[in-house]
């Protein structure tokens, strides 16, 4: 069945200005774009020059089964929020659970225009059925720490990491959906030589890597004077760059000076401002890394630090706080605050052919309703700025994944909403009991 979007802007993060056009959809993918006349189609959702069509959002960064922690432990700083508040109500996440808590962060994540997240958490197999079940794209990753042996003397490193080339065989690729990376959690929490082993597997085996890196000062003076090295050393001890497709989750406090030495070129960094404000963690200098050669891209981390799960909000913020600390106007340009909300997530994760409006790309789109007050005075040139400064999620009318509508004027066409969040609710009260 094939979709025509007659009458439409059509924007994306490589486009100088909106264009107004068609896009003609079937097949999964962006037969064509259209100027003047188009053809017809089995369905036909007339924009009348009022409605943009934009490359669905990439969270390139989350845990989505934290709404389920959600507003626990506000207001603290990280090491404390995660060692007091968080780290023993997941002791008690059950599969069950996560199953339930993922669903309801991707009823949130699509009326908001995710069209693919990045997951790194654990009990993934409940993250990529979830995904399956309602069509969404995911990029998953079992977060992989330091603790106690198991029962049977094994470390759980070791059984963390046959676990992750576990859900890599069982995952990787499944219906063009999942894409599945190992995730060593951070500096912190995973030691040295296991770090090295596990980037040696990401090389050897062709996987990507997902982990957390300098999101806080404190993280910057663990590596100094716990691990005795600087970060450049670490990263090159590590071999962490030489893994085509590392992901560096918030990188906060790297040095965009570093790039001069280091090769980035295989290595992405996502920015998470709404989590990284609200921790008081810091803002990485994004002036200064997009000069550079490296991947950047935009992710909200999880709902118990944003609190939000929206990509729209997330673009807001990180194109204005960067003109506010560096009071530059000029600072994180619009365009390129989308080019990151989704293209560059995509490209992270090994998403080819998605996240930009092209002919024979894959239909991962949000339709947007533009005949709202806070737009009027939006045209080709200026639409960018209407939709990351004046619009919202709020003005999301539809979001679809491989051409396939996943949400539709406040409808989910693959989930049962009122069953997930009565799931959600109960998995809540089960954790916090
Ligand atoms: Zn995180």
Wanted: aromatic share 8%.
């Amino acid at each position: 069945m094939a979709t025509l979007f007659r009458d439409i802007y059509i924007l994306d993060g490589e486009r100088e200005a909106a264009q107004k056009g068609n896009i003609l959809v079937s097949k999964g993918r962006i037969q064509s774009v259209s100027e003047g006349d188009s053809e017809s189609a089995d369905k036909i959702v007339e924009g009348g020059g009022h409605m943009a069509v934009l490359p669905g959002f990439v969270n390139a960064h989350t845990h989505a089964a934290m709404t389920l922690l959600r507003g626990l432990g506000e207001e603290a700083p990280l090491m404390e929020w995660l060692q007091n508040k968080i780290w023993p109500v997941e002791e008690k996440l059950t599969p069950e659970h996560i199953y339930w808590g993922t669903l309801s962060a991707i009823l949130e994540m699509l009326s908001t225009g995710t069209t693919c997240f990045a997951d790194m958490y654990f009990e993934m197999d409940g993250v990529a059925n979830a995904a399956l079940l309602s069509g969404i794209r995911c990029a998953l990753c079992r977060g992989i720490t330091n603790g106690p042996d198991l029962p049977d003397g094994t470390r759980k490193i070791d059984a963390s990491l046959a676990d992750s080339l576990r859900l890599f065989e069982k995952w990787h690729g499944r219906e063009g959906l999942l894409t599945v990376q190992l995730g060593p959690h951070a500096p912190y929490t995973v030691p040295l030589d296991d770090m090295k082993k596990i980037v040696r597997t990401a090389k050897e085996r062709g996987i990507g890597l997902h982990f957390h890196f300098l999101e806080t000062e404190w993280e910057l003076g663990y590596i100094r004077d716990e691990l005795k090295m600087t970060p450049e050393r670490y990263l090159q001890d590590t071999g962490i760059l030489d893994v085509a497709g590392a992901v560096f989750a918030h990188g906060v406090w790297m040095d965009p000076e570093w790039a001069n030495e280091l090769d980035f070129s295989r290595s992405t960094i996502v920015h998470n401002p709404r989590s990284n404000m609200k921790l008081g963690s810091g803002t990485l200098p994004l002036d200064c890394w997009l000069d550079k050669s490296i991947g950047l891209a935009l992710g909200t981390d999880g709902a118990s630090s944003n609190n939000r799960l929206d990509m729209w909000s997330e673009m807001t913020s990180a194109a204005l706080v960067h003109k506010g600390k560096t009071r530059n106007p000029t600072s994180a340009p619009a365009i390129d605050i989308l080019r990151m909300a989704t293209f560059e997530g995509a490209r992270a994760f090994g998403f080819a052919n998605k996240g930009l409006i092209r002919e024979g790309w894959m239909a991962d789109l949000i339709l947007v309703d533009l005949d709202a007050p806070h737009y009027i005075g939006a045209n080709e040139e200026n639409l960018v700025g209407y939709i990351v400064y004046a619009g919202s999620s709020a003005d999301i009318r539809g979001t679809m994944v491989n051409g396939k509508w996943l949400y539709r004027d406040g409808s989910y066409l693959t989930l049962d909403r009122d069953e997930i969040i009565k799931n959600a609710r109960i998995a809540r009260e089960e954790i916090t009991a």
